[in-house]
Structure formats: C-alpha cells, structure tokens
C-alpha cells in the first residue's frame, strides 16, 4: 500500500472498488406542504371549549319578539276560526301556505247563522194585538215584542187614552180571562213617565206586561182600580212617590210620605230637603 492510498484512509485491496451509491429517500410531498401535514383541529366537545355565543343585537330582540307575537296572534285567531267552524258544523277553510288563518282574505265566508225559532208565547201576543186593534181602537198598540230574558214575557205599550177600555178588555174577554193585577209600578225616564201593569190569568198561569206612557210635566194615566183592586194601593204608591195622577181612582192619597210633604222622592228631578241623607 502506498504512502498515497495510507493518506487517503483506504482499506487495502478497495481503492479500485467504488460502493454504489444508495439513492436518496425522496421526502414525502408532505414535507414539502408543512401546513398541509399538520393534525386537524379537535372538534368543539373533544377537549376544546367552544366560540364565545356572539351577543344578540336590540333589532334582532325586536325582530325575534316580534315574530313570536305574530305566531301567537295567528294561533289564537286559527282556534277562533275552528271554534266557529265547530260551532256552524262547518269545518275551516284552510289558509294558504305561510299564511296566517286571520290573513286568509280569500277564504269562503260562513254560511249565516239559522234564524231563531219563535217564541212560545207568540202567539199568544199576536192574539192580544189583534183582538186589541179589532175591539177598542187600530192605534191603540203602540208596540209589541216578547222579552226574552224575563221568561219569553208577553210585553205591550198601549196608548194612553185607550188604557181603561184595555183594561177592561184583558179582564172579561175570555180568550184573556186576566183576573188578577198582580203588580203595578211607575218609572221616571227623565223624558217621561210610564206605569207597568202585570195582569195574570191565573188557571192558565198566563202573564202580560203592559206599559203606559204619559207626560212628565203633569203625568197622568187612567185609574184600573175599580176593574182590578189590587191596584189601589200600587196606585197611590207611584202617586206619592212619582207624582203620577190616577184619575178615577176612589181614594188617591199618599199612602207613604206626610199629606204635607214636599215633592215625589223617586223622580228623578227630586230634591231632597237634607242631600245627606
């Protein structure tokens, strides 16, 4: 061995012999992408704390309640609509899609309401009326109708010069056969008085209510005591109280107030001698 091939470290025997080079390992193309290459991030819920909830806006409160409000109006006015359709056997008329029941202008409307049944005791008034307008005078109803509330109550305004022969005629014609005044009472309406008589016919427990009006200044309104007694005192009663005048009454006198008082306590007009009492 040369002093040369000593100096440069070779092995004896392997100058002329040149090891193969080992290719290099190519990198992988990750690395020439580092980003690429890096682990993706944990889900929120995996150990990492999720993004702060951004804070909601005063427009889009306003919008939010507004929206809830709307949704409620339009369920109160859907369940109003199903009751009314329960009510008339009727089922509702959908509304179109995304609109509400109230906004569903095009939907058929409701078939009316039935008329109601007449009352029980009609007939029995159109027969009063009649035999009044044929037997004393055409005019001498003034108005007709059954009040409802107070038991289908037969109910008549007579005028005030055809009362007495009224009277008369409730009590003895036997399709009437009114034997009984069971009440009589007086009402000041500011404008005018009237007097309310309820005569019965007591075998068939049939009731009328008639009304007789007559003028505030200087009221007055035929006496029915001598066909009806019991309205003696009911007369004198709406006469000291009201100052109605009862002509033909047989003893009209107060029959609450001193003779000498002053005035009618129950009209409206009264002025009482102590207000704080």
């Known amino acids: 061995m040369s002093d040369e091939e000593l100096k440069s470290g070779g092995e004896p025997g392997s100058a002329s012999e040149t090891q193969p080079e080992q290719p290099k390992p190519e990198a992988p193309a990750a690395a020439e992408t580092p980003a690429a290459a890096a ?24 919008a939010r309640r507004k929206a809830a409000l709307e949704a409620k109006e339009a ?15 009727t089922a509702p008329a959908p509304a179109a899609s995304g609109e509400s029941p109230a906004a569903a202008g095009d939907a058929p409307a409701e078939p009316p309401a039935p008329p109601k049944p007449p009352s029980p005791n009609q007939p029995r008034l159109d027969r009063a009326v009649a035999l009044l307008r044929e037997l004393i005078a055409e005019d001498a109803v003034e108005e007709a109708y059954i009040n409802e509330p107070n038991d289908h109550l037969p109910t008549l305004v007579l005028k005030n010069d055809c009362w007495k022969e009224a009277a008369a005629l409730f009590r003895d014609h036997q399709e009437l056969g009114c034997h009984y005044l069971r009440n009589v009472s007086g009402v000041d309406y500011e404008t005018y008085m009237e007097v309310v008589y309820y005569p019965l016919n007591m075998e068939r427990r ?21 066909i009806w007694e019991t309205a003696n005192w009911n007369e004198r009663e709406i006469f000291d109280l009201l100052g109605v005048d009862f002509p033909g009454h047989p003893d009209l006198r107060r029959i609450m107030m001193p003779d000498d008082w002053v005035g009618h306590p129950l009209r409206k007009d009264y002025v009482p001698l102590d207000p704080e009492v």
């Open 39 to 62: 682990p993706p991030a944990p889900a929120a819920g995996e150990g990492e704390a999720p993004a702060p909830r951004r804070k909601e806006t005063d427009e889009e409160k306003a």
């Open 75 to 89: 369920a109160k006015a859907a369940a109003a609509l199903a009751k009314a359709a329960a009510a008339s056997g």
């Open 206 to 226: 049939e009731t009328y209510c008639i009304k007789v009006r007559t003028d505030r200044e200087q009221p007055s309104v035929p006496s029915v005591t001598p």
